[in-house]
């Protein structure tokens, strides 16, 4: 399916609440993949999908703040959402937050939480994350 369809049937199923089909177009409108790029609109859908409860919606709110893409940056919105991302499983918030704890964006800089998170997280299986990590031991 190309990326124009898949835009089409997205916007279809997000009229009618669908929120894995707002979060695809918050992603679609972030990443600019099959549309042009807008950072307002895709957190428009990102914050209709989080109202929803989509982790991954959350976790890309996290974003938005922690970059000031579309939103005005703020760390500590950042690490809020993070958070509410990572307690419903959102794997890639845990990562995110221990960042944030590693370079003391929003919480107090604190590496030993900065390892339990990225530990935590499933993005340590990755080699490049492994290293970072090991950096912090």
Not at 46 to 75: C, D, E, T, W
Not at 80 to 97: I, M, Q, V
Not at 118 to 123: E, L, Q
């Amino acid at each position: 399916m190309s990326k124009i369809n898949a835009y089409k049937y997205y916007l279809q199923a997000a009229t009618q609440n669908h929120v894995n089909a707002e979060y695809e177009l918050g992603c679609m409108y972030a990443e600019g993949k099959g549309i042009k790029q807008n950072f307002k609109i895709a957190r428009d859908y990102f914050y209709s999908a989080a109202r929803k409860g989509h982790s991954g919606a959350l976790n890309k709110l996290g974003l938005m703040f922690l970059s000031g893409n579309g939103v005005r940056q703020n760390y500590m919105k950042a690490v809020y959402y993070f958070c509410l991302a990572a307690k419903r499983g959102e794997t890639e918030a845990w990562h995110n937050l221990g960042i944030m704890y590693v370079d003391g964006q929003g919480v107090k800089k604190n590496k030993r939480i900065a390892r339990q998170l990225i530990k935590r997280s499933a993005v340590y299986k990755k080699p490049g994350t492994r290293r970072f990590y090991q950096r912090l031991i």
